[in-house]
């Protein structure tokens, strides 16, 4: 593009501040996460807050404030999520500013890297492989300039764009360079939304969260009819005392309402997002973190992953019959390398190597693309004109040339070799390496991640399968591989002669674990493939050659360091550019999923004997055996806080599939247990104990049977046990006797043993309730297997 006219200026800083002035800015707000008034709404106005707040305001009103004990815990579990999320809001918003795209901006003739926001309406914007098109405009200058904008349209091939044609935002460059002048900013532009969506905060598409929000429908039906008929046999019951008949009625609806559950999900993700910001790891969306934890291929991109991205040439290797000496090379490389305004890592280290193209001028350039493996550049001199290719040899060489030999032995050293050649064709002509001339072969050494060995043993260690996609050399990535101890890596695969249909691919991608000269569309298909065999599938990268494969992948892995398109598709985006952190990602994961599908257990139980309990009193025509006050002691000992602690304890189980199932296994026959065992020493007090405080005796022998049951359920779920979780459930005991022990705590949650023979019967059914839970627990895990 040498030969064109002078490049424009762009606006003048008058210009820009008039436009400032007027309001035409790109000010789309693009934030990373929820607002705070969200995050305030989403915790306090929830349907089961506000059943409960209304149940709280019944109990006002009858007294005792005991009785409403469950409000104030509900006001504490809503400000404790609202300050947890406000804490991963700040990491997230911090994060996503040291992530943020900066469009190269021309203004005064100065090219200037400017935040989106700042972008205003005729500014031009430079472009270059990777860069995203952030707002819409109208190409004027173009040297090669390729965009894809499949994100936008569905159509898969690159656009070659001309200088008058549009370009949309959204779209970003696959190949060239040359600049556009923004027409449509903020709101106006086509694709304004996208970067917004792309980087805010949501809890959607989550197995946990759509798992949650299925059983609570499940609750809220159940819990409908249930109240109803409580509601009535209560005030038919205890008609001569309306206050106790409402207390009771309270105390049945309350327990059925998992309101913890929700809760719990929210923090253990939002501690997720803080404990991973820590190591300057980006979550753009939240079920990213679960996501990855259920993983069990991850397709990673050699180039900045397993190397890093700067590479050494190592070597100049002048064919023979080449009819060039070493310093006529030098030259011509030198001047490839000035022909190319945004070069990648190879052409990068030829710059650094051979500075020096004095003497040649470029006429014309063919950018570097991914598809075609190869550059270009017409040269002139005084006394000559020539084409020049640089690019992979076994592209530009017909097979069964002696020289692929030569290289294939470079390969197998873990070397990245290209092939400097002379074209006989025009660059535009498509068959321009047709009869190429060899020239020389520069020899690059890859500097592999000091990292990446471990992170490798990791997967491997998770039964997580690493395979290795690249464009580059199949042998050599293979080499490379090797050296970091990847399974699979003697036996590389050439991706051009793997099979086309999609389940032969899948049992290729299966059998193998390197794979080379893979093109974009393949790293897609290859995606695609793996996910139809049932796989979830990771795909780490960072060049704009990966973006498609990321978008597709359950879960895309973008290096801060990389391209603005690979940034934008990722979920997750790790700034310190180091595949090391990953390991992290998958454990913070493997902990979120694995505890809280613990403490959903437990607190599903509880509405599960909730429930049954009602029934049972409705059936029978009793009073219900609880007042609020001692379902809210039993919840706060058996689930409330011991959930807390298990919820965000370490856990490296690999996560399951099908939440929903794997809790309600345990929580439907653990809840028919605790309902029977609870119930049947109930009745039997009622025949055993008369007289005035017959009901509150009653009362005590079933709490504390409900008690030593539920104990007994959090005793199963705290397994595997450590010092700590021993620790916790003895705690929770304890609580419990000193509110037996201590007189003005009896008398605050009207709790008092009489007698010997009821208590000991209550502990003789809770030992039965105890084996009946462990035999069902064994029996489940092996008649219902997850």
Same mark, same amino acid.
């Given at each position: 593009m040498s030969e064109a006219s002078p490049p424009a200026a762009g606006l003048t800083s008058n210009e820009v501040a008039e436009r400032i002035n007027r309001g035409e800015v790109n000010d789309v707000p693009v934030r990373s996460s929820r607002s705070t008034r969200d995050i305030v709404r989403a915790n306090v106005f929830t349907r089961f807050n506000a059943i409960i707040g209304v149940l709280f305001l019944i109990i006002l009103i009858v007294g005792p404030i005991q009785d409403g004990l469950f409000g104030f815990v509900i006001i504490a579990n809503t400000a404790i999520g609202i300050v947890q999320e406000l804490r991963a809001k700040k990491t997230l918003d911090s994060l996503a500013v040291i992530g943020e795209a900066r469009p190269t901006v #021309?203004?005064? =003739?100065t090219a200037t890297p400017v935040a989106t926001g700042e972008i205003v309406l005729g500014d031009l914007i430079e472009l270059g492989p990777g860069d995203k098109c952030v707002v819409d405009g109208e190409v004027l200058e173009a040297d090669g300039l390729e965009i894809d904008e499949s994100l936008l349209t569905g159509e898969a091939d690159p656009v070659l764009k001309q200088p008058g044609d549009r370009v949309m935002s959204g779209s970003f460059v696959v190949a060239g360079s040359g600049a556009f002048t923004a027409t449509k900013v903020g709101r106006e532009a086509y694709a304004a939304q996208l970067?917004?969506?792309a980087s805010r905060f949501t809890l959607v598409h989550s197995e946990l969260r759509t798992g949650i929000s299925q059983i609570l429908k499940y609750v809220t039906w159940m819990m409908a009819p249930t109240a109803i008929g409580l509601i009535i046999s209560q005030s038919v019951i205890e008609d001569r005392d309306w206050r106790e008949a409402v207390r009771r009625m309270v105390a049945g609806i309350v327990p059925m309402v998992p309101e913890g559950l929700v809760l719990l999900t929210s923090v253990a993700f939002a501690i997720g997002v803080i404990r991973l910001g820590r190591k300057q790891c980006l979550v753009q969306e939240l079920p990213a973190i679960e996501g990855l934890a259920r993983v069990d291929v991850v397709c990673l991109d050699k180039t900045g992953t397993l190397t890093e991205g700067g590479m050494d040439v190592s070597e100049l290797r002048v064919l023979p019959g080449a009819r060039a000496d070493e310093t006529y090379v030098r030259r011509v490389l030198g001047a490839l390398g000035e022909s190319d305004p945004r070069p990648n890592a190879s052409l990068q280290a030829i710059i650094d190597a051979y500075p020096d193209g004095s003497g040649w001028r470029c006429t014309d350039s063919l950018p570097?693309? +991914?598809?075609?493996?190869?550059s270009g550049a017409t040269l002139v001199t005084e006394n000559s004109n020539s084409n020049w290719l640089l690019g992979a040899p076994d592209v530009l060489l017909p097979s069964g040339d002696?020289? &692929?030999t030569e290289i294939d032995d470079l390969n197998a050293k873990g070397l990245r070799v290209l092939l400097l050649a002379r074209a006989d064709r025009a660059l535009a002509d498509p068959r321009v390496t047709e009869d190429v001339r060899p020239t020389a072969l520069v020899v690059l050494e890859q500097r592999l991640r000091s990292d990446a060995a471990d992170t490798l043993r990791y997967f491997?260690?998770?039964?997580? @399968?690493?395979?290795?996609? @690249?464009?580059?050399?199949?042998? +050599?990535?293979?080499?490379v591989a090797g050296k &970091?101890? &990847?399974? =699979?890596?003697?036996?590389?695969?050439?991706?051009? #002669? &793997?099979?086309?249909e999609r389940d032969a691919m899948? =049992?290729?991608l299966d059998r193998g674990a390197v794979f080379g000269r893979v093109t974009p569309q393949q790293k897609r298909d290859m995606v695609a493939a793996l996910q139809s065999r049932g796989h979830t599938v990771a795909m780490t990268g960072d060049g704009v050659n990966d973006v498609l494969a990321l978008k597709d992948a359950d879960i895309g892995v973008s290096m801060g360091s990389g391209s603005e398109a690979t940034r934008a598709v990722a979920q997750i985006v790790l700034l310190n550019n180091s595949f090391a952190t990953l390991p992290s990602v998958v454990a913070e994961g493997r902990r979120v999923i694995g505890n809280i599908t613990r403490v959903a257990t437990l607190f599903l139980t509880k509405t599960v004997y909730s429930v049954l309990l009602a029934v049972l009193v409705v059936c029978t025509r009793v009073p219900y055996p609880f007042l609020p006050r001692h379902l809210t002691l039993l919840s706060t000992l058996t689930i409330g806080v011991p959930a807390f602690f298990l919820a965000l304890a370490p856990n490296k189980e690999r996560a399951q599939p099908h939440f929903v199932r794997r809790v309600m296994r345990y929580a439907i026959p653990s809840g028919v247990i605790a309902a029977a065992a609870t119930f049947a020493v109930y009745l039997l007090a009622r025949h055993y104990y008369a007289g005035a405080g017959a009901l509150g005796a009653e009362t005590s022998v079933a709490t504390l049977t409900l008690f030593l049951t539920s104990m007994w359920v959090l005793a199963i779920i705290a397994r595997p046990y450590t010092w700590w979780r021993v620790a916790l459930v003895l705690a929770m005991g304890a609580g419990f006797v000193i509110v037996l022990l201590t007189p003005w705590l009896q008398s605050f949650f009207a709790l008092r043993l009489v007698g010997a023979t009821m208590p000991w019967a209550a502990v003789a059914v809770a030992g039965l309730a105890a084996v009946a839970l462990e035999f069902t627990w064994r029996w489940v895990s092996r008649r219902f297997p997850a």
């Open positions: #021309r203004r005064d =003739g970067a917004e969506e570097f693309s +991914s598809a075609r493996k190869y002696p020289t &692929l491997a260690e998770q039964n997580v @399968s690493a395979k290795v996609i @690249s464009g580059d050399n199949a042998v +050599s990535v293979g080499a &970091l101890a &990847l399974p =699979g890596a003697d036996a590389p695969v050439d991706a051009r #002669r &793997l099979p086309a899948a =049992g290729e």
